[in-house]
């Protein structure tokens, strides 16, 4: 449940409020840290997230780009990387174009700080889509060069993955080498099994951190602690694996507005209730203090990776 009372709703309220002017006023400043800034700064272990469901569209993608602004709110770099080899639309939601990918850097044809593209809402970004199962065809030396070339990017404090949904093997790779797995899933029954599946498969990947979960697109707070006590409860049960609820988003229609006008609602409606619910998110991972150091970083990501693809 996310708000006990009337007054913490309000204490809520106000925060958010406080912490986008003050957003808005440190903006020029915050949100015009430029990219080299950004990859050039203190390397520190990046902690990446990925994020995944068991049924398609469910809400990925919205939480993914949403959540990584809200984590920029709060003075956090952030790379979001597309890794759906399905239909990539990250860029849709953000309204930008990458000219190009990390299949240019895999082969050498580009540097990984040419296709970081910097967008107007304080996080990065970078479409790796078509370009990742590449990862398996390189040599030696180009796999060394790439790790290499990918440290730049460990200035970064988050890199939030956008996965495609289901259990094919290029999602479970994606997930494996995460710090952290996010399930988003809806209200609906169908949605519910899948997420299920979704963490069953996980589980039986050998992943051993933290699961987390998040329902999406509910009308109110009992809907959604129903849902995911379901699925604590079920995983408990009959797969011994505890997860960790972090908390649910409205269904509401601003978030298919925002994606029209191409500015994410936490940025184009920050009062709305599902942008407080991002911010608790937010709030909520930011405070988990024992992942706080336990970040693989972004070449430690990719390592993995590609060990991953290679033994597939
Ligand atoms: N909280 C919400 N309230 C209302 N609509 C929502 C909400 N979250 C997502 N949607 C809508 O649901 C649709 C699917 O969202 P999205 O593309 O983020 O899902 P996805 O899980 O990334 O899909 P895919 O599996 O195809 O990658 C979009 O039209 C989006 O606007
Ligand atoms: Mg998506």
Redesign the pocket.
């Known amino acids: 449940m996310m708000f006990t009372d009337q007054a913490a709703k309000l204490r809520m309220i106000q925060s958010y409020n406080k912490m986008e002017q003050e957003s808005l006023m440190s903006e020029n400043t915050a949100l015009n840290t430029t990219k080299q800034d950004r990859v050039n700064s203190t390397p520190k272990k990046t902690r990446v997230i990925a994020v995944t469901?068991g049924?398609?569209?469910?809400?990925?993608?919205?939480?993914?780009?949403n959540f990584s602004i809200t984590l920029s709110k709060f003075g956090k770099k952030v790379i979001i990387l597309d890794g759906?080899l399905?239909?990539a639309?990250i860029n849709v939601?953000l309204g930008i174009i990458p000219e190009y990918n990390i299949y240019e850097v895999l082969r050498g044809k580009k540097r990984i700080q040419d296709i970081i593209v910097s967008t107007h809402f304080g996080i990065d970004f970078i479409a790796g889509a078509n370009g990742i199962s590449q990862l398996a065809n390189l040599s030696d030396s180009q796999r060394e060069n790439f790790l290499k070339d990918l440290e730049s990017l460990n200035g970064y404090d988050f890199m939030i993955i956008?996965t495609?949904?289901g259990v094919g093997q290029n999602v479970l790779g994606f997930l494996k080498p995460a710090d952290e797995i996010i399930v988003?899933t809806?209200p609906e029954p169908t949605a519910i099994a899948d997420a299920y599946g979704m963490i069953k498969s996980i589980v039986a990947n050998k992943y051993e951190k933290s699961i987390r979960l998040i329902v999406?697109?509910?009308e109110n707070a009992m809907q959604a602690k129903r849902v995911a006590d379901r699925i604590i409860h079920l995983s408990a049960q009959f797969l011994s694996v505890e997860i960790d609820n972090l908390g649910f988003?409205?269904?509401?229609?601003?978030?298919?507005r925002?994606?029209l006008t191409q500015r994410p609602f936490v940025i184009a409606y920050p009062n709305a209730k599902?942008s407080s619910c991002i911010m608790h998110i937010a709030k909520r991972i930011l405070n988990l203090k024992e992942e706080q150091e336990t970040g693989s970083g972004v070449s430690g990501f990719f390592d993995k990776l590609f060990q991953i693809f290679q033994n597939t």
Request: cysteine-free; charged content about 20%; glycine content about 14%.
């Open positions: 469901s049924k398609g569209g469910v809400g990925k993608t919205t939480f993914s780009v759906d399905g239909l639309n939601l956008d495609g949904a988003i809806a999406n697109e509910v988003i409205y269904k509401e229609d601003l978030v298919q925002s994606i599902s």
